[in-house]
């Protein structure tokens, strides 16, 4: 693909010039590909981790540091299985 160039003199005289544009190579585009892979996957373990902070703080908040952490974990395993609202429900007193 050729772009074009305008270049204006001094004395007002424009002169057009046919440029070729380069075509990004395969391999660059893959090399480009990986490097914002590593990218997202570094911000997404930094994004884990302060999920995790706002998780932790939660929990400790309403007592969860009584429960042992696997219970914890199927606690929600199993309240996410039925659905949040229906855990909810069956927690609630009636």
Known sequence: MLALSRVEGTNGQRKDNMMARSKPSARNALKKLREQRDELDAQEARLRDEAAGELGKVLLECGAETI???????????????????ALKRLSPA
């Open 68 to 86: 042992e952490p696997a219970q914890l974990k199927q606690l929600i395993r199993a309240s996410l299985t039925i659905g949040i609202d229906d």
